[in-house]
């Protein structure tokens, strides 16, 4: 079994900065991907960032030069350093993992997720 558990998110003041952590734990094998997304109220779920484990991102579009993810595979966590945030990203932040728990199995993991309020 594995899970994620996430923590950082705050209320914070447009313009400012919070960073995000999940941390995975349980049966891991290898993690082959990570990211976090975003649900505001009333809204789908979208993807905000991913990281593989070789290091590749994807930011999206709206957050390109204002968010970071980055990972420690060490610890297996996954960090979103978010800058210059706007009201309208405020909502629940999940972080996801695609994760191997033994050769030949492979589970899609979602954290609680953690509040993110941005005041105008």
């Known amino acids: 079994q594995v899970q994620l558990v996430e923590s950082g998110g705050d209320l914070v003041q447009a313009g400012g900065s919070l960073r995000l952590s999940c941390a995975a734990s349980g049966s891991i094998f290898s993690i082959n991907a990570m990211g976090w997304y975003r649900q505001a109220p009333g809204k789908q779920r979208e993807l905000v960032a991913a990281m593989t484990q070789g290091g590749s991102t994807n930011h999206a579009d709206s957050v390109k030069g204002r968010f970071t993810i980055s990972r420690n595979n060490d610890k297996n966590t996954v960090d979103l350093q978010m800058n210059s945030l706007k009201p309208r990203e405020a909502g629940v932040y999940s972080c996801?993992?695609?994760?191997?728990?033994?050769?030949?199995?492979?589970?899609?993991?979602w954290g609680q997720g953690t509040q993110v309020t941005v005041s105008s």
């Open positions: 996801y993992g695609d994760i191997t728990t033994r050769p030949g199995v492979t589970v899609y993991v």
